[in-house]
């Protein structure tokens, strides 16, 4: 089994390699050689050493011919420019998301027309996002959203993972390939250094706290999010990629994507979670200043979700915010005693 991530130094990426290495097998076969491709590499990881890890750096759509000269089983395909780079320079995002994800799937393509076609085809997992769902003023979201409600991005982040979305259905629907769809509701609480996306503040407002960092809040904490752990998130990347085809119980039914489970809370429950847990002191130290940016784009994203397709795939949500927070807390080692 030969498995390419894409993103493979990104955040998930790091998480769904680390997952895949430590199970040693992917849909029930032995990974044989785990490809991890991304901008840039990080020779110091513990990734790098393994001995099933090739690491190729550079743009991916250039080096598809490298990843691809030999067969791959399956690609989980995490590379992504983010939300709100994309609405700043609308090129980066169409290029970034759109023209790579179509490369991709077009280099699959020829690896299926070399084979003859037939079975296995090379497996795709494409992680999409709840972005792809925003109100339109003709078209309101319905109080609660499921896989049938009709996407009506309102950011080119959104648009792009839809248009994303519908190639992977195509070259499925053709027989170039097995495509499947996660839509990833906001992770948190991402460790680490903060990233470009709108949302990132979910787990600024967390993380940075807990590490006796100032965070700002950019949106009215009235403003109810669905959230997901890392944990969770690569538990269902991972369901989603290898569940067999079928309308059985346990198995991937049709060809939509899967809405992965979410935790809705509004972020004033979020940061009175981290008071009960971390005290005054580190909560006192998020400041609200709305940016109605910000707030346009996150606040554009359903909050409440109809989960029976995923947990059909025995997927479930996590339980409550504080758990997420006590998990973070756990896997960092930080150094606050929570309550």
């Known amino acids: 089994m030969r498995i390419l991530i894409t993103g493979g130094f990104g955040f998930l990426g ?20 785990l490809l991890l491709a991304d901008r840039v590499t990080d020779p110091g990881s513990p990734l790098t050493a393994h001995r099933l890890v090739e690491t190729v750096e550079g743009d991916l759509t250039e080096r598809l011919p490298e990843l691809l000269a030999e067969p791959v089983d399956a690609v989980i395909h995490l590379a992504a420019a983010v939300s709100a780079e994309c609405e700043a320079d609308f090129d980066l995002g169409m290029r970034g998301n759109v023209e790579t994800t179509r490369a991709l799937l077009e280099a699959l393509r020829a690896q299926t027309a070399r084979a003859g076609g037939g079975s296995p085809l090379p497996l ?97 904490t009235g403003l109810r999010v669905a959230l997901a752990s890392p944990p969770r998130t690569v538990a269902g990347i991972l369901r989603v990629a290898e569940a067999e085809r079928g309308p059985e119980p346990g198995r991937l039914a049709g060809g939509l994507p899967v809405n992965l489970p979410a935790l809705t809370v509004s972020v004033a429950e979020m940061l009175a979670t981290l008071r009960r847990v971390a005290g005054d002191a580190v909560a006192d130290l998020v400041t609200v200043a709305p940016d109605p940016a910000v707030e346009a784009i996150v606040g554009s994203w359903p909050a409440d979700f109809d989960h029976r397709r995923a947990a059909a795939l025995g997927l479930t949500p996590d339980p409550d915010f504080e758990s997420v927070v006590r998990g973070h807390l756990a896997a960092t080692g930080s150094a606050i005693t929570p309550r």
């Open 124 to 220: 795709l997992l494409f992680s999409s996002s709840v972005a792809v769902y925003g109100s339109d003023p003709a078209l309101p979201l319905p109080a609660v959203v499921d896989e049938s409600t009709l996407p009506t991005p309102r950011s080119s982040y959104g648009a792009e993972k839809l248009v994303c979305e519908q190639l992977v259905a195509e070259y499925t629907r053709r027989g170039f390939l097995d495509g499947r769809v996660a839509r990833l509701m906001t992770v948190a609480v991402r460790p680490g250094k903060p990233n470009a996306a709108a949302s990132g503040f979910l787990s600024g407002i967390i993380r940075e706290p807990l590490a006796g960092l100032p965070a700002v809040c950019p949106v009215d």
């Open 14 to 33: 790091r998480r769904v390699a680390g997952a895949l290495l430590e199970r040693g097998t992917f849909r029930g076969a032995p990974i044989d050689r």
